[in-house]
């Protein structure tokens, strides 16, 4: 099957496939599948909701099974891609798994349950109990709360493998020697979390101390309180996300990635991107077997698994271990199946599960080299405030690279800085032939977080307008004149090489610097007057000059250029469209392959 997007693709199969006004790819309704049996997701919120497409996709009904204590606002965490996704049925969690069975089972009518998975993080534990008790293809519970942080590092010390020095629990005192005798920064975080939710960095125990009690006071993302909170050491190095599907106990990696992780807006870990990795490179000839060791070590033999690691300079050593499908909404795709050559780990779960003879076929890794270039880029947020339009996003889906947009940020939404996967306002799948496009596409869009060009918020003073000259000039009472000067009684002074500034008697001299500036233009919106004369400033430093012309800017204003300027050129002459999308895409074409700066 091939992710598809208006923008993409015609191909489209009419009887599963409809589109969303924004242009995504949308299910129909799931009512019933073909087939008499039926599917248990447990909490199937995120990438969750893209398992429970395909697997509805081969004919399966879908019932969501909801734990206790999840709020209703995760429940309507749902990918665009899955926005018009339903269930046969819907039903919580009750008091004990005898009863919950007992739910499930009324729920299911005549239908066959099948397979019973975790849809998300918090799903985990009661998926591995029920679909042992309904002896369905399970991890069990011989290891009981195995997405314990904590357990996860007692269980791969236990094997012999490196682990995390650490302490947690729900009391502070469960900590406090740790913290007292560990070198700083340590991370603190919950024992149970999906990306980077409630984890700090944090470079004091007084720092420490009171993040263990936010996290303890804290209502999780994944929905309940927060059962305990881990200190841990701060592991110094790169960190890789290695991606697989397992059944039997038999592990096929589906994808290797390495973070793009940075320091921003006051938070340490804050996710900008994903960037695959070839998996016959050195890196990941180390790390597929240390997490396939781990996997063992955690007696996770079935289903889709997200391990996070760090590469140490002793080696790699785990960072946690998730116990179901690589998050993000499933973001990751269709660039998966670009690289692979059609499949992701999220097919591949559905095959786990549903069909064990396409599983077996299933290569032990992707191919190497890939079949194509790209990363997921994690949009940013540098700015706060209610949207009023996103003009953004029509400018980056003209990127040569682009592929695929996902968010859930439209016009009337709340915007914060991005302190976490969490407050992310996006992620924009790019894919590219040519290394150095696929690079200048990921810096403009860059650019226009810094610039905050993705959003317009609203604001108090629209009433306030910048006055514009070319305005000035076609006002009806100077129409007839429009060259006619205001000016005030006494003498007219004209200051022109004063002495005061003697570097003005002669020319400006190209001024030193490291830029390749033959490579990268500048914009000037209405270059007139001293407009001209920034621009022969800028074009003696060896940048490209490109005059932008508001729309209704009149041609006799545009002839307005001083004398010292009557030589200057552009490289090239555009006006402004109708929508901010439209001009910044003429803009584009216009520079072709000069960057603009």
Known sequence: SHYLTGEQSSKKNSEFETMAPDGNLLMPSIVGGEKDEVVILVDPYSTGCCIAQEMAKRGYTIIALWTSGFSEDMKKHVPTSCSNITYYNEVTEKGSLEDTVTLVKAACGTLTIVACLAGGEAGVDLADALSEKLGLLTNGTEIPNRRDKKIQQELIKKAGMRSVRQAGGPEFSDVEPFLRKESYPVVVKPTESAGSDGVKLCHNFEEAKEHFSVLMEAQMVNGGACPAVLCQEFLRGKEYVVDHVSRDGVHKTAMVWVYDKRAVNGAAFVYF?????????????????????????????????????????????????????????????????????????????????????????????????????????????????????????????????????????????????????????????????????????????????????????????????????????????????????????????????????????????????????????????????????????????????????????????????????????????????????ETASAVYKAAYLFRIV
Not at 282 to 295: F, G, M, N, Q, S
Not at 398 to 408: D, G, K, N, Q, R
Not at 472 to 492: D, K, M
Request: glycine letters at 8%.
């Open 273 to 581: 991107g994903c960037v695959p990795i070839d998996p016959e490179s050195t890196e990941a000839k180390i790390l597929i077997p240390y997490v396939r060791d781990v996997l063992d070590a955690l007696g996770v033999k079935n289903g889709p698994s997200h391990g996070e690691v760090m590469m140490t300079a002793n080696g790699p050593c785990l960072v946690e271990m998730n116990c179901r499908a690589h998050g993000g909404d499933g973001n990751w795709m269709p660039l998966c199946r670009a690289l692979s050559g059609g499949y992701s780990q999220v097919e591949a779960s559905a095959d786990v599960y549903l069909d064990k003879e396409q599983f077996m076929r299933l290569p032990d890794k992707p191919p190497s080299p890939f079949k194509a270039s790209g990363q997921e880029v994690i949009l940013v947020s540098f700015s706060k405030g209610r949207v009023k339009d996103t003009p953004g996003y029509e400018v980056i889906k003209m990127l040569p690279s682009f592929v695929y947009l996902e968010t859930a940020i439209r016009e009337g939404s709340e915007v914060d800085y991005t302190v976490d996967l969490f407050t992310g306002i996006g992620s924009v799948i790019l894919i590219n032939e040519d290394e150095k496009i696929l690079k200048r596409d990921i810096d403009f869009i860059r650019t226009m977080e810094k610039i905050n060009g993705i959003f317009v918020y609203e604001t108090k003073l629209e009433n306030l307008k910048r006055p514009r000259a070319d305005v000035y000039s076609i006002a009806p009472t100077l129409s007839a004149f429009p060259h006619r000067r205001g000016v005030s009684e006494g003498p007219n002074l004209l200051r022109s090489f004063s002495m005061d500034r003697p570097e003005l008697m002669r020319p400006l001299m190209k001024r030193m610097t490291t830029v390749d500036a033959s490579k990268e233009a500048v914009i000037l919106v209405d270059p007139y007057s001293t407009g001209c004369c920034i621009a022969m400033e800028i074009a003696k430093r060896g940048y490209t000059i490109i005059a932008l012309w508001t729309s209704g800017f009149s041609e006799e204003m545009k002839k307005h250029v001083p004398l010292s300027c009557e030589n200057l050129t552009y490289h090239a002459e555009v006006t402004e469209e109708g929508t901010l999308a």
